[in-house]
């Protein structure tokens, strides 16, 4: 009875957050609702208090550290855009062209998130776009195709999604396999929806933007952010490969340097200047209502995770389709609707190494499948999240406009995928 009631708060709040606009309602209302009330019918449950309290905590430290590492990556960023910084990047690409645009864009972001990771990546190229198009519906493409290349690019790298990562340190890949053998089939992930739009897109121009006028001295700040900024971003995974602390706290002390760097740049300037350039202007600015969301979607899925509910989902899948790469699929398909890393850590916990040994074909069509699956619907990935707050895009326009696209290029990715074992 109460693992049923898990299910229906979870599904509707689910169907609260995907009619966000006809209910007038902010989906991080529902989101933070739907969190809360998961885990209260999980203590009703619960034998010992205690047990669950200590089970909540546990989520409660790994969501953090997902919520602070958005924090940081969003101020950076926004620190960035009010100095300017973009425009240095606005002003070398040259294309007019909305087509070529995309391709430029999606381009970077899918090599860009590979390096860094496709949260942070999502971010910056969102932002950047910003900049660039001043139509919201173009925005609004771009974004999306962001989020497949952000994902896509993610899903090759050890360090570029966190599922990836969290195979990576658990034994089940290597990182110059995984990057080998996963390159081309993410590609395809990429390469499939771009083309489609950018096609969309032929024989548009983009609008001339106004550029701003600005004296040497801001040109000057606005690269020294713009640099600093990206460099401590590219800084957060190589500090946690050195240090092996969490991302979130590489960001952190990125942030921290930031704040720094502002304060020496901005010292004996008028008290009112200096503070529209502050970290603290910057964090008023950051979106905080996608950042609750987040959180409670967060709370909602580990809710689900606890009860037992994604494993048993994943034992059901094994039993029902009993093929890896059907499971994987179904497990991909899954991640949009719930967070990707509770479905791969049951993977983990369902699998061992003794079945399926370092580096075997399963954990990386897992990797594959997990990392690019959450494009599908908008809020199925960090990076889609994190979009959704900049540009406001609606859950349903997504779900009619780009679902269709990352399925195709998800499809895509399997069929190179298997090809590669096929003649590889």
């Known amino acids: 009875m109460f693992t049923a009631l898990i299910i229906i708060i979870f599904v509707l709040g689910y169907i609260a957050i995907a009619f966000e606009h006809p209910l007038k309602l ?7 609702i739907t969190g809360v009330l998961c885990w209260t019918i999980y203590f009703l449950q619960s034998e010992s208090a205690e047990s669950a309290t200590d089970e909540l905590l546990h989520h409660m430290g790994e969501i953090s550290g997902i ?10 960023v926004e620190l960035i855009d009010s100095h300017n910084g973009f425009d240095i990047i606005k002003d070398k690409i040259t ?9 430029v864009v999606s381009f970077l972001t899918f090599f860009l998130s590979a390096l860094l990771d496709n949260l942070t990546t999502a ?6 776009c910003s900049r660039l198009l001043e139509e919201k519906e173009d925005r609004l493409w771009f974004a999306g195709m962001i989020v497949i290349a952000a994902n896509a690019g993610g899903a090759w790298s050890p360090l570029g999604d966190v599922t990836t990562t969290m195979l990576w340190i658990g034994g089940q890949i290597t990182a110059l396999n995984i990057m080998k053998e996963l ?3 993410s590609m395809a992930v990429c390469i499939l929806p771009v083309l489609i739009i950018a096609f969309r897109f032929r024989g548009k121009k983009i609008d001339a933007v106004p550029i701003a006028v600005r004296t040497e001295k801001e040109k000057q700040e606005g690269k020294i952010i713009l640099l600093a900024g990206i460099g401590f971003l590219i800084f957060v995974p190589i500090f946690k490969t050195l240090t092996h602390l969490p991302p ?3 960001m952190l002390l990125a942030l921290g340097l930031m704040w720094v760097i502002t304060t020496i740049i901005h010292t004996g300037k008028e008290t009112r200047l200096a503070q529209k350039y502050s970290v603290t202007h910057a964090l ?3 979106d905080s209502p996608s950042i609750l969301f987040f959180l409670g979607i967060l709370l909602a899925v580990s809710a689900l995770q606890s009860s037992g509910l994604l494993k048993e989902v994943a034992n059901s899948l094994n039993g029902a389709l009993k093929n890896d790469y059907l499971i994987g699929t179904a497990l991909g398909l899954l991640s949009a609707l719930v967070d990707n890393v509770p479905l791969v850590a049951a993977s983990q916990g369902m699998y061992d190494l003794a079945t399926y040994p370092t580096d075997h074909h399963f954990w990386e069509f897992l990797a594959l499948t997990t990392g690019t699956g959450g494009s599908a619907i908008i809020i199925g990935s960090a990076a889609g999240v994190a979009v959704m707050g900049i540009e406001k895009i609606n859950f349903i326009w997504y779900l009619k406009r780009i679902t269709w696209l990352a399925l195709i290029g998800f499809i895509a990715g399997i069929v190179v995928f298997l090809l590669q074992l096929q003649f590889g």
Request: glycine content about 4%; cysteine-free.
């Open 26 to 32: 902010n989906k991080a209302a529902s989101a933070l």
């Open 67 to 76: 919520l602070f590492f958005l924090l940081g990556a969003m101020t950076v």
């Open 95 to 103: 294309t007019t062209s909305k087509s070529r645009l995309l391709l």
């Open 123 to 128: 971010i910056v190229m969102t932002s950047l």
């Open 183 to 185: 390159i081309l089939p």
């Open 248 to 250: 979130f706290m590489g």
């Open 284 to 286: 008023q600015k950051v």
